[in-house]
Each structure stands twice: as C-alpha cells, then as structure tokens.
C-alpha cells in the first residue's frame, strides 16, 4: 500500500514549456485534490475531483488543467509555464464515505521550478 | 483576505514541556478543523481535526482545543518531543465545501 505517489519529485521547465504532473492512489478514494505550496504560504487548493471523470475549480485555477480518466489517477497540466508556477505542488485524496471525517492523505510533493 | 490565521511563525520549547501552538479564523461557516504535521520535502500528514459541535478533542499527546466564539482553536501537544519538530498547519473546511483552508503554517522546534 503506496498510499498518494506524485510523479516526478523534481522538474525544471523553461517559460511557455508544457508538462503533467501525475498523483496516484492505491487507497480507492473518490475525492482527490491538487494543491500548491510557495514560500510562507499555506497550500492553496488548484482544482479537485469527486469521483472519476469529474473536475472542478479551486481556490487558484487559472494556468492549469486536470483530467480524472481513472479513479486512482489525477492530472495536473500546465499547458504554457510561467514563472509564477514556480512552486511545491502537492496531490491529496480522501475517502468519500459518509460520516468520516475530512482527513485528506497528501502524497510527497512535486517541486516545480519555471526559468 | 487570510480566513485561517497561524500567527507565530515559529515556537522552540524544551523537550518534556508542553507546546501550544494557535489558530484563528475569520469564516463563521467553517465547521470542520484539522491540523497536519510536515516535515521538510514531505507532503503534510494528517495529525488530528475537531469538529465545531465539540470543543475538545484528544488523541494520545495531541489535544486540539475550539473555542468557537473566539473563532480561534489550539493544538497542545503533551509531553514535546524532538521527534515533533516540524511545521504545523491549521486548516478549516465549510460543511458542503471541498476546499481546505491552511494557515501558513508554524514551524515548532523542540529542544533536546
């Protein structure tokens, strides 16, 4: 049991470059979440899912893409990079299940870095 | 406009003490809290949350208080060890709302 596993842990883009982050679940959760963390700051949410095939805008969606083809997949894509996406970005996810609480498992955290 | 607010950046204690680290918010619609411990160049682990309907909830060392007509909660972590030494988030979640609102976090050092 992996738990929340992002891909890659590194990367360096140059401006206007593209790239997919991928997170992946092994815990069967519904809900899924993709955050950003930058310096000093708390993470802020970027889209999320609740349930496959279905995405919806966060706190701070503007510059990025999701897709939920599988139920224990979700993507993050920056279509053009800018240097303002220069950020830790982070995946979660949760069961859905009534009654439980919002306790959200966070995977280890892509570090992106935009030149 | 910052809803959820930690307003020590950091808090060094000695190891056996107790360490109290705090948390307010602005949204009265938030109903839901939790706390998450994070080590560097890890994802944050989920260490205890509290719901608005109790003002106390304890699990093992780890105590979070809410006083919610002071709109302000605490985590008080009983007896501090080294082990603890991390960065601490509040976060708050309205019911029906998928977002999670973090503090910026309160980076707790304990001494040996």
């Known amino acids: 049991n992996a738990g929340v596993t992002q891909t890659p842990k590194f990367r360096v883009l140059k401006t206007g470059q593209s790239m997919t982050l991928l997170c992946a679940q092994d815990?069967?959760?519904?809900?899924m979440y993709w955050y950003r963390q930058d310096p000093g700051m708390g993470l802020r949410l970027i889209h999320y899912s609740v349930g496959e095939g279905t995405t919806a805008k966060g706190e701070v969606p503007d510059g990025y893409n999701v897709s939920r083809l599988k139920k224990q997949n979700f993507l993050l894509g920056l279509e053009s990079a800018a240097p303002s996406q220069t950020s830790v970005y982070f995946c979660a996810s949760r069961d859905g299940l009534a009654g439980r609480g919002y306790d959200p498992y966070f995977g280890p955290g892509t570090r992106l870095t935009v030149l | 406009d910052q809803q959820v607010k930690q307003n020590s950046p950091s808090l060094s204690v000695q190891e056996g003490r107790i360490s109290i680290l705090n948390c307010d918010y602005t949204n009265s619609m938030f109903d839901y809290f939790l706390w998450y411990k994070k080590y560097p160049a890890e994802g944050p682990t989920f260490l205890i949350s509290i719901s608005s309907i109790k003002d106390k909830n304890e699990d093992g060392r780890f105590t979070v208080f809410l006083n919610k007509s002071a709109k302000h909660l605490s985590l008080h972590i009983v007896p501090s060890q080294p082990g603890d030494s991390a960065v601490y988030f509040c976060?708050?979640?309205?019911?029906?709302?998928?977002?999670?609102?973090f503090g910026k976090g309160t980076k707790l050092t304990v001494n040996p």
């Open positions: 815990m069967n959760h519904e809900y």
């Open positions: 976060a708050a979640s309205a019911s029906g709302s998928e977002k999670l609102v």
